[in-house]
């Protein structure tokens, strides 16, 4: 598994969609929301984000948060919130293929990387969307990003 260092992931005008969800079913929520968004009035500018808000990664339901970069301008409602700048800085990153039921595997690899080499880990893990897939399965390809410290003390 390759490992890069000193990543930067930079958007600006996006969508910030929380929700309650499995991890298996985020890559068909994606799926939806970017066929849907031109219902809104928006149209996709750039790579979709999601993180999930809690430290677990089991197959349970958790908290996510899924951005979508956007052209237009977005109005907040009760089923959504905006994020004028979403920036990840310093951050460690390595590329998932396959299914997301079995990205805890690779997050923990990372992890793993980030331990050994003594970093100091100061975010969630970050996932971009870079192939969702026509099955959702193992034809999806995620770039997976935790935000390290600059300083070492």
């Given at each position: 598994?390759?490992?890069?260092?000193?990543?930067?992931?930079?958007?600006?005008?996006?969508?910030?969609?929380?929700?309650?969800?499995?991890k298996a079913d985020i890559p068909k929520v994606i799926q939806h929301i970017h066929d849907n968004l031109s219902a809104l009035g928006f149209s996709a500018n750039g790579r979709f984000i999601f993180t999930f808000k809690e430290n677990d990664i089991s197959d349970e339901t958790h908290s996510a948060e899924i951005l979508i970069p956007v052209k237009g301008e977005i109005t907040p409602s009760e089923n959504y919130g905006k994020k004028p700048i979403f920036r990840l800085v310093n951050a460690v990153m390595t590329r998932h293929e396959g299914s997301v039921s079995d990205i805890s595997r690779t997050e923990t690899a990372l992890k793993d990387y980030i331990q050994k080499n003594n970093y100091e880990p100061i975010t969630n893990a970050y996932y971009v969307v870079v192939r969702n897939g026509d099955t959702f399965g193992s034809d999806c390809i995620f770039e997976v990003y935790i935000g390290i410290n600059y300083n070492s003390l």
């Open positions: 598994m390759q490992y890069i260092q000193h990543m930067n992931v930079y958007a600006e005008n996006l969508i910030s969609y929380l929700t309650n969800i499995k």
